[in-house]
């Protein structure tokens, strides 16, 4: 039981009374999400009282109350710590504020498990999604440190793109102790055979140059920008290639090559849309270059295919603004 996501806040005085501001001075309505929690857990219990109700803490109710509000029984919270989505982790000051909110939140109760997307890049323009192999590091021992009784962690869909991701937090949500390392060396090993050594120094790239472009470009979120197409993966396309090429040379065993065309899949979507940008060079003397009646007919061809992500079918396909890369994928 949850507010939906965004504002629209009650503002009689009865509601603004539990208002209070956040450690950034922004609203918080902490107080009035966890009073409404806890009289429909009253509710709850008399008709039901083996069952639990989950609320997320989220958002503007992210931070705990300032003044402690006794939880009931049957109440059991989702930590969802929005400021964090996607990469923002590899920040030293938000890995210090992610520490002292879970200390504070175990001060208001033991009933707690935790949502996240920290290391997430949906995005239907085909780029790759770093596995944030740090951000991992840094979250699972504390996970389990906290004694948070579950994890919601976001994968995706798009396996061409995201495998090592989605098979880290499948690994990771299991065993919170295992090595992230050796995890993301087996992911390799097991999906791209021959081509291992080229696919870890594939991912590991995009890794680095996604925390160096957090590092340096602090309102950056989890939505994909040009600035960040243009930063992270144009910049790093030509050698993102030459890797991909490399294993694709090596690769011998049958299933091995699938995977790893389930990546080229991603990255002749997103050579186009990279082109559509004009953020390559010579677009042409790439041999993922494909014009646009190639390209669609790409798309076509895997519109069923668990190497990209799954958009809707009735639109056509836009370039993107200032601020967002829009959905190629929409052209199916």
Partial sequence: LSPSDSGGWCECAACRALYEKDPNGDLSVTPAVLNFYNEVAKLVAEKYPQKLLAGYV???????PTKPIPLRPNVFL????SFDYGFTLYRPELQKQWEGLVAQWL?????????????CVHNAAGAPNPPGLKILKFLYPRLKQAKMKGVYVYGNQAWGHSGPMNYLL????WNPDADVDALFNEYCEKAYAEGAEEMKRFFHMLDDATERYYLENRKETYVLTETR??????KQFPEMERLYRAAEAKVRD??????????????????????????LADP???SFYLDDAAFFALLKANEDSLA?????????????????????????
């Fill in 254 to 279: 049958p299933k091995a090559k699938v995977r790893l065309e389930m990546l080229g899949l991603n990255l002749s979507v997103l050579h186009w849309n990279l082109c559509q940008r004009k953020m």
């Fill in 229 to 234: 197409m243009r930063d992270v993966y144009a």
């Fill in 284 to 286: 042409k003397a790439s």
């Fill in 78 to 81: 989702v930590w969802a710590p």
């Fill in 58 to 64: 989220y958002a503007a109710y992210v931070f705990p």
């Fill in 107 to 119: 001060k208001v109760t033991e009933n707690i498990a935790y949502y996240d997307l920290p290391n």
């Fill in 170 to 173: 499948a690994r990771l949500a």
């Fill in 308 to 332: 990209l992500m799954p958009e809707r079918e009735d639109a056509r396909p836009a370039i993107a603004g200032n601020d967002t890369v829009a959905a190629s994928l929409h052209a199916l």
